[in-house]
Structures are given as structure tokens and as C-alpha cells.
């Protein structure tokens, strides 16, 4: 009879690699490096143009930093050490909430690309002063006049955050799957 609960029958430890680390989770390696690559890449792109306009010879962008960009630079960096410590741990927990932090970034992503204005209302505010009914109404007015529009940044931040949020799923389900 086994000492383990008292069942008849042998159970066994789960298998151990030598040094006594846990065996290996069965996430494939390149999983928590894609995922990191990806918060890396959406980081980097918040100080990139967001938005950009113009016509002719006057052309310009406002970058992310300018407004949700600051989110998505703070959630990516945590996404991203959340990234390493999946890693080195190889533990469910780890690649979810990578992917749960890559998914606020996402979210923001998306809707700025789908209101080019938000991002210049929110400049005219901390930049004029101006109070968010007039921001918005000016902001607005330079979409209309200015052909404004979801610049190169904003695409990028979302593919690096969309790779997180996919490869911290798929190592998620892995590492659920072999336990």
C-alpha cells in the first residue's frame, strides 16, 4: 500500500530534469519569445506617430506619448516582464496575464484607430489648455480639414500587442495542456 493517501496503487512524482527543476511544460521555447518580442515592439511604437495628416508639403503626426501612448508604454513593459518570468517559470498564471496586459493594449489600440480625433483632442488639452468639450469640437475640425488618420505607430502597437496576447494564449493552453 503506498504512503500517499493511502491508495493501493504506486503514484509518482512528476518527473524531474537533474537539479531538481520541474520538467519542461511543453510550451515551445519560441511561445514566450515571440510574446516578449511583441510587448517590446508595442512599447517601442507608443513613441512613435499615432496619428498622422496633412496635405502636400504639410505633413505631421502627434505621437502616442501625446496621449494613451503613456498606457500602452507602462502596460507593455509590465506584459513584457510578465513575458520573461513565463519564461523562466514555465507556469499557466505567467503567459495569461501577459496576455490579459497585452489585451488592454489592444483595446486602446483599436480605439484609437477608430477615432484619429481622440488623440488630438487629448493633445490640445495638456498642450493648449483647453477644456475636453472645446478640445473635441477643435479636434474635430482638424480631422476634417487636415485628412487625419491612424498613423504607422498605432498599427504597430497593435501587432506587437495581438502577438502577446496570441502567443500568451498558446502557451497558456500548452501549459495547461501539459500537466
Not at 31 to 55: D, Q, R, Y
Not at 56 to 85: E, F, N, P, R, W
Not at 87 to 113: C, D, E, H, Q, W
Not at 141 to 158: F, T
Request: charged share 15%.
Amino acid at each position: 500500500m503506498s504512503e500517499y493517501g493511502g491508495s493501493s496503487y504506486a503514484q509518482t512524482a512528476p518527473p524531474m530534469h537533474p537539479g531538481g527543476a520541474p520538467a519542461d511544460s511543453g510550451v515551445p521555447k519560441a511561445f514566450p519569445i515571440v510574446a516578449i518580442i511583441g510587448a517590446v515592439l508595442a512599447l517601442a511604437c507608443s513613441f512613435v506617430n499615432w496619428v498622422v495628416g496633412g496635405s502636400g508639403d504639410d505633413t505631421g503626426g502627434i505621437k502616442g506619448m501625446d496621449g494613451d501612448g503613456v498606457i500602452t508604454l507602462i502596460v507593455s513593459i509590465v506584459a513584457a516582464l510578465v513575458m520573461v518570468g513565463a519564461m523562466i517559470t514555465r507556469k499557466a498564471p505567467f503567459y495569461l496575464g501577459g496576455a490579459i496586459l497585452s489585451l488592454v493594449t489592444v483595446v486602446f489600440a483599436v480605439i484609437n484607430m477608430a477615432d484619429p480625433a481622440r488623440l488630438v483632442a487629448q493633445k490640445l488639452e495638456s498642450d493648449e489648455g483647453a477644456s475636453a468639450a472645446e478640445a473635441e469640437k477643435a479636434a474635430e475640425a482638424v480631422v476634417k480639414m487636415a485628412d487625419v488618420s491612424a498613423g504607422p505607430g498605432l498599427y504597430m502597437v497593435l501587432i506587437g500587442a495581438a502577438l502577446t496576447v496570441i502567443f500568451g494564449v498558446l502557451g497558456f493552453l500548452k501549459s495547461r495542456a501539459g500537466r
